[in-house]
């Protein structure tokens, strides 16, 4: 099993070819650009520019959604960037959070959620995929129309996309177990809490009656590498929360959790401020004390991130998304703090794996 490790971008207008050589030069195996069209520019469009500036860097959104697009939309979008980057797109993609919240929606129920799964599957996988119920071509009286819908252009030969879903509650893991490609966990760091996802993920597998340890498992986790952990947490607090609230949507804690754990993830949900979204100093961040930050995230020198990062790379955790520094923190930590990661912890565990 060989350990992929993915950085997170923004689609900043005429920066992204910049991060991504960047990721590359690092030694970075991918790079996930955020699909949120009010806070960042377009996820897509940003694949693209980032797999034309680079050699083997993979890229992918991080995450998409179920809602702002057409399954068909969404799928003939990242077909592009695979074709356009020779085979090395992922389509990440989640129920929604900030891109639907700046829309006035809350994020898409777990079955709006896999029938647009399915639906995109087959379309990425060429497949004929049947009209949605609510339309009405008909009404146009034409001489002759399609009677389903399919991505014609897809060439001959072309890799399929892999669908990675984003998962935290057990509805969504079980299901992405199924129906996607590979699951990427957003239930932080804490190696219980990560264990549960993947049994989670496995026993659902094999209840379909499918191989339980033919899938693929990813992890977003906020590493901070700072000798000072108190730093490295003021660093990685916007981050920190932003994950911590996905335990806790609707305000109910999914997963497993101590009870100081639970009455943590509940003020971060009781406390989150969407206009301030991710970033440090917010209301949110203000909720995360030390102890859960420094099981919820990896936070720390260099030695200990590596070997925590070994810890979740032996529980089964093949690729690491990793989110760094939240926005509004001091820029020059943040930059020191991923030099450390790039240069000494990186190399640390993938020598040792």
């Not at 050699?55 to 068909?72: D, Q, S, W, Y």
Request: proline letters at 5%; hydrophobic letters at 45%.
């Amino acid at each position: 099993m060989a350990l992929e490790f993915w950085t997170t971008g923004a689609g900043v207008p005429r920066t992204v070819a910049r991060q991504a050589q960047r990721a590359e030069a690092a030694g970075f195996d991918g790079i996930v650009f955020v699909d949120s069209q009010n806070l960042s520019g377009d996820c897509y469009i940003a694949c693209s520019n980032a797999a034309q500036a680079t050699e083997r860097l993979k890229v992918g959104t991080g995450v998409t959604n179920p809602f702002t697009r057409h399954p068909a939309v969404t799928a003939s979008a990242i077909a592009t960037v695979q074709a356009e980057s020779a085979g090395r797109a992922v389509l990440g993609i989640g129920r929604g959070d900030s891109a639907l919240a700046h829309l006035g929606f809350a994020p898409a129920s777990v079955p709006v959620f896999e029938r647009y799964l399915r639906r995109l599957q087959g379309y990425l996988r060429g497949e004929e995929v049947p009209f949605d119920e609510a339309g009405n071509v008909d009404a146009l009286g034409l001489a002759d129309r399609p009677t389903s819908s399919r991505i014609a252009w897809l060439r001959p030969g072309q890799l399929k996309v892999p669908v990675d879903v984003a998962a935290t509650g057990p509805k969504v893991i079980r299901m992405a177990a199924v129906v996607a490609d590979s699951v990427t966990f957003a239930v932080g760091a804490d190696p219980a809490r990560l264990r549960w996802g993947i049994e989670t993920a496995r026993e659902a597998r094999a209840a379909a009656g499918l191989d339980p340890l033919a899938i693929p498992f990813g992890a977003y986790v906020t590493v901070v590498v700072h000798p000072d952990i108190s730093v490295a947490r003021r660093l990685g607090e916007g981050g920190v929360s932003l994950f911590a609230r996905f335990s806790a949507m609707h305000g109910t804690v999914v997963g497993p959790a101590t009870e100081s754990d639970r009455a943590v993830l509940k003020g971060v949900h009781d406390a989150y401020d969407m206009t301030h979204h991710a970033q440090a100093g917010s209301a949110q961040a203000s909720v995360i004390g030390d102890d859960f930050a420094s099981r919820f995230a990896i936070l720390g020198d260099t030695a200990h991130c590596v070997a925590r990062i070994q810890e979740l790379a032996a529980l089964g955790i093949e690729r690491f998304v990793i989110v760094g520094a939240s926005m509004g923190a001091d820029r020059t930590e943040a930059e020191a703090a991923a030099r450390r990661f790039a240069e000494e912890v990186m190399p640390a565990v993938r020598a040792a794996h």
